[in-house]
């Protein structure tokens, strides 16, 4: 994949691999999946991925990986 940029103002790092894989280093908490939408929350960023066969791939303290089709990546700012 692509270089990686460190966080900037607490925020997320989203790295896409064309529409079939999203990498998102920050400390982030999952708060909806399914095979057809994930929401992940990440401080004040609710990040929401819409698309076919999304799986799960890595989750760790730094790092979520989610592959699948992508068809949608979408921002939502508390507080905005």
């Not at 799960?56 to 699948?68: A, H, K, W």
């Amino acid at each position: 994949m692509g270089t990686k940029f460190p966080e900037l103002g607490g925020a997320p790092c989203i790295e896409l691999d064309g529409n079939r894989s999203i990498v998102i280093t920050g400390r982030c908490a999952i708060v909806l999946y399914s095979e057809e939408e994930m929401r992940i929350h990440c401080g004040r960023l609710l990040i929401q991925i819409t698309g076919s066969a999304l799986e799960l791939g890595t989750l760790d303290e730094q790092e979520l990986s989610i592959t699948g089709l992508i068809a949608q990546v979408g921002f939502l700012t508390e507080g905005a």
